[in-house]
């Protein structure tokens, strides 16, 4: 037998810590948040992806009474940053959630469907994406996609 030991690396900020880039990026996504569509959780989430070519996306969640119909903040950027700048990288993600209007305490992550079309994203641009989560408390990045989806289903699979 042979055991195989997966290591995750988070870096943990204060938000004054933080580079001006990701402050910039983490008040885009807070400010995204505010405009998410979120009437049934009351869970709105913001994200604010820097492209390769200095422009900045933001997305936000969107909520549908058949909950499987909406679609995460992440995702929202991510394929309007696709359909609108294709083949631009995307070099960097905040992200940020409140729950009733009120910031969390801890970092939201991206759901397992979000890391799939980041890893997406990230291999298609041939680029680490460094995420950066932001909660009330703290802000925790990650420098890429890979470090949260480490086993990942990617296009070797297909050919």
């Known amino acids: 037998m042979k055991e195989k030991?997966?290591?995750?690396?988070?870096?943990?900020?204060?938000y004054d810590e933080l580079d001006d880039e990701a402050r910039m990026?983490?008040?885009?996504?807070?400010?995204a948040a505010g405009d998410a569509y979120a009437p049934y959780s009351a869970f709105r989430v913001g994200a604010a992806l820097l492209?390769?070519?200095?422009?900045v996306i933001t997305g936000n969640n969107q909520e549908n009474a058949a909950y499987p119909s909406?679609?995460?903040?992440e995702r929202v950027a991510v394929f309007y940053a696709g359909a609108h700048y294709p083949g631009v990288a995307i070099v960097a993600l905040a992200l940020t959630a409140f729950r009733r209007d009120v910031?969390?305490?801890?970092?939201a992550y991206p759901c397992g469907a979000c890391r799939q079309v980041l890893l997406?994203?990230?291999?298609?641009?041939?680029?680490?994406?460094r995420?950066?989560?932001?909660?009330r408390n703290k802000v925790e990045t990650v420098s890429s996609v890979k470090e949260l989806l480490p086993v990942?289903?990617?296009k070797r699979f297909l050919e």
């Open 70 to 73: 909406g679609l995460c903040a």
């Open 120 to 129: 997406e994203a990230e291999n298609r641009g041939n680029r680490d994406i």
């Open 25 to 31: 990026l983490v008040e885009r996504a807070r400010a």
């Open 5 to 14: 030991r997966l290591v995750l690396r988070i870096q943990e900020y204060s």
């Open 103 to 107: 910031i969390t305490d801890e970092p």
């Open 131 to 135: 995420l950066i989560m932001a909660g």
């Open 152 to 154: 990942s289903f990617d």
């Open 51 to 55: 492209l390769e070519n200095g422009e």
